[in-house]
């Protein structure tokens, strides 16, 4: 029963990873851009949602700051990274890796380094009884929930709709995609602002699982990166696969000895780097 509940419990954890994960997946997967300062935006998410709970309902607080990280991620895009993608795989990277600095000293300056949460009240102590000698947390179980049905949901988007499927045609063929009239620059601001809606949800979810602090962004992108590189780069299924392996591993990592958790966590990324460095569900071209 011990090991049955580290993986239940490793397996919920796996959900928070993936939506952490799947802004980065979806990001990277049409434009090739590993976002560094990725968790540095769920993060500021975080943070959005305390500053604005303390004067409204946490509820209220959610849906007035996603709306706003998906416009700074269509405005980031189409002011900045775009001109960035022509000048070769470094630039991204560090307008990126400058986005993470900058967000994390604002915020230093705004709410100092102390750690806060994201307050959920009751929810965030609820629990469901299973047996005698398991309960699964509700807000562990909500996330979980969550993140499954925010990948279901790209992906229908990705497959059925007509901008999913632009999307798809500019990142398998940029050129082709130009020719047949779809404009790459506004696709590429669409899929960033998606992806930080998604990064927004995985930093407010994180906020209320966790504390945080400005200096959490890289902590958080690590796992995000983790994930991603162990389902497979650009594929989100895979970035949900990727997310639950860690998840339990360092769920089984923390059971044997507790400090050893996150390091289980980083060998198993490692094992599956060097046995299966295309990730366990690697994205297929035009898929």
């Given at each position: 029963m011990i090991w049955t509940n580290a993986i239940i419990q490793g397996l919920l954890t796996g959900g928070l990873y993936a939506l952490l994960a799947c802004g980065l997946s979806l990001i990277f997967g049409v434009m090739r851009i590993v976002n560094l300062s990725h968790g540095d935006f769920s993060i500021l998410a975080a943070y959005g949602v305390v500053a604005l709970a303390m004067?409204?309902?946490?509820?209220?607080?959610?849906v007035l700051v996603l709306p706003v990280m998906a416009l700074l991620g269509y405005l980031l895009q189409r002011g900045v990274l775009n001109r960035s993608l022509s000048k070769g795989a470094l630039a991204p990277l560090l307008i990126t890796f400058a986005f993470s600095i900058i967000i994390q000293n604002v915020l230093l300056q705004?709410?100092?380094?102390?750690?806060?949460s994201v307050q959920s009240g009751r929810?965030?102590?609820?629990?469901?009884?299973?047996?005698?000698?398991?309960?699964?947390?509700?807000?562990?179980?909500f996330t979980f929930i969550v993140g499954v049905l925010l990948?279901?949901?790209l992906h229908y988007f990705l497959t059925y709709s007509r901008v999913g499927r632009a999307l798809r045609?500019?990142?398998?063929?940029?050129?082709?995609?130009?020719?047949?009239?779809?404009?790459?620059k506004h696709i590429y601001g669409?899929?960033?602002?998606?992806?930080?809606?998604?990064?927004?949800?995985?930093?407010?979810?994180f906020g209320m699982r966790t504390q945080f602090?400005?200096?959490?962004?890289?902590?958080?992108?690590?796992?995000?990166?983790?994930?991603?590189?162990?389902?497979?780069?650009?594929?989100?299924?895979g970035t949900l696969i990727g997310g639950i392996v860690l998840g339990i591993g360092q769920s089984?990592?923390?059971?044997?000895?507790?400090?050893?958790?996150v390091l289980a966590g980083h060998l198993v990324f490692i094992a599956i780097l060097i046995l299966r460095p295309q990730g366990l569900m690697p994205k297929q071209k035009g898929k």
């Open positions: 004067h409204t309902n946490l509820i209220l607080a959610i705004v709410f100092s380094s102390d750690n806060r929810f965030a102590s609820m629990s469901f009884k299973i047996t005698k000698n398991l309960q699964i947390g509700a807000l562990p179980l990948t279901l949901g045609a500019s990142s398998d063929d940029p050129g082709a995609a130009d020719l047949v009239g779809i404009n790459n669409i899929a960033t602002a998606i992806g930080l809606f998604a990064a927004g949800i995985g930093g407010v979810l602090a400005p200096s959490f962004g890289p902590v958080a992108l690590i796992f995000a990166f983790e994930s991603v590189i162990i389902g497979g780069l650009g594929s989100l299924w089984i990592g923390a059971q044997i000895q507790p400090s050893y958790g």
